[in-house]
């Protein structure tokens, strides 16, 4: 974003960076930041809130309106808004064929909720590596991983885990907020990692890759790095 | 310590490309001015080429779309506000109630979109993106651009 600011301004158009790193601003030292302690993902604060996106639009605009005739200008916004990281309380699907993993057992279950949150968006995150079908077969690739099958000889949808992860994740969350409504920053992070079958076979398989030697991009990258 | 502690932690000492100095250019009062948006999500039309892991490229986002899905590759932030309201990252509504408010000039037909997460050196977008960015924006008689990260 800074490196943007400075690349802007140089064309001679005015810019105000909504900072989510301060230490990041402070060594870039583009023209106008307002430093904004909010979720990360979340630059304007809050979803659905207008009056609070209008405040920080606000006091961004305001770094605009000075007699400095040069910068860098860093300003904090005045509220901090933080990250919920407990699971949101999202009932899942019962087991329904207990033939199946339960991680492909639980990502069928929330196929209806999930193509009711596409129908009513008109558009999905899913379907960078995988679309929503191939969802519970990424899942019964890791469950396989994780259950002690060498993992370079399982065939994962997609390849690419990262790209795969971000449509498992898009999968569940799109499914969940239209369960839900709405969710605090990253408590649907905690739910999909912590309450789902689907996010602990992730995690489980995703320790197998790394013991089994996989390379460290491949695995590391499947869920965040605090995990 | 929680995903953004560690994140905020980790950027603290991310390496980041410096300046000799900080460009300035004056604005406009802002109810003349023409306002647009970049923001580094690597958010982009549903129909769009997606985004590549380390794209150094862009995505143009008409003012008045709303077909937009997430393309950016970490998995360190929050996806999920975006998928509630769009705003929390690409404030377009409001900068066109800003504008039925006569509090800036007018919303620029043309926004764009870059992936945050790009080589260290991020030559590509201070030598090439960037400055054909700048040039389409400046084409537009934008005079003021928001930055939004995630």
């Known amino acids: ?227 | 310590m929680n995903g953004d502690q560690a994140m905020r932690e980790m950027g603290k000492n991310l390496p980041v490309p410096t300046f000799d100095g900080t460009a300035w250019a004056s604005a406009p009062r802002l109810r003349d001015a023409t306002v647009a948006i970049v923001t580094s999500a690597a958010i982009h039309r549903a129909h769009d080429d997606r985004f590549s892991a380390g794209d150094t490229g862009y995505r143009m986002i008409p003012s008045d779309a709303h077909d937009l899905v997430m393309g950016h590759w970490s998995p360190n932030f929050d996806h999920t506000g975006f998928q509630i309201d769009l705003n929390v990252v690409f404030p377009i509504d409001r900068l066109h109630e800003l504008a039925a408010d006569k509090v800036i000039g007018r919303v620029a037909p043309r926004h764009y979109s870059f992936a945050g997460n790009q080589p260290d050196d991020v030559s590509a977008i201070r030598l090439d993106s960037g400055p054909a960015v700048a040039a389409e924006l400046k084409r537009d008689g934008v005079d003021v651009v928001l930055l939004t990260p995630v």
């Open chain 1, 1 to 227: 974003m800074s490196v943007l600011a400075h690349v802007i301004e140089a064309a001679g158009i005015s810019t105000v960076v909504l900072a989510s790193m301060r230490p990041v601003v402070e060594k870039m030292r583009p023209p106008r930041s307002l430093y904004c302690e909010f979720p990360l993902g979340r630059p304007l604060g809050i979803p659905g809130d207008a009056e609070f996106q209008h405040r920080v639009l606000t006091e961004a605009f305001s770094l605009l309106d000075t007699t400095a005739d040069h910068g860098p200008i860093i300003r904090d916004f005045d509220e901090v808004v933080e990250s919920d990281e407990q699971p949101v309380e999202c009932a899942l699907p019962p087991r329904f064929d207990p033939n199946l993993p339960a991680c492909v057992d639980e990502a069928r279950g929330l196929r209806n909720a999930y193509d009711r949150a596409v129908a009513k968006r008109r558009h999905t995150d899913v379907g960078r590596a995988v679309d929503a079908d191939t969802v519970p077969e990424v899942l019964a690739a890791f469950h396989r991983i994780a259950s002690g099958d060498d993992w370079t000889t399982v065939a994962i949808p997609g390849k690419n885990t990262v790209a795969v992860m971000h449509d498992v994740r898009a999968y569940y969350e799109e499914a969940a907020l239209e369960l839900v409504g709405t969710a605090g920053a990253r408590s649907l992070e905690a739910w999909f990692f912590e309450a789902t079958e689907a996010g602990k076979t992730t995690l489980a398989a995703r320790q197998a890759i790394k013991d089994g030697g996989g390379p460290f991009p491949f695995w590391f990258y499947m869920a965040p790095g605090h995990r």
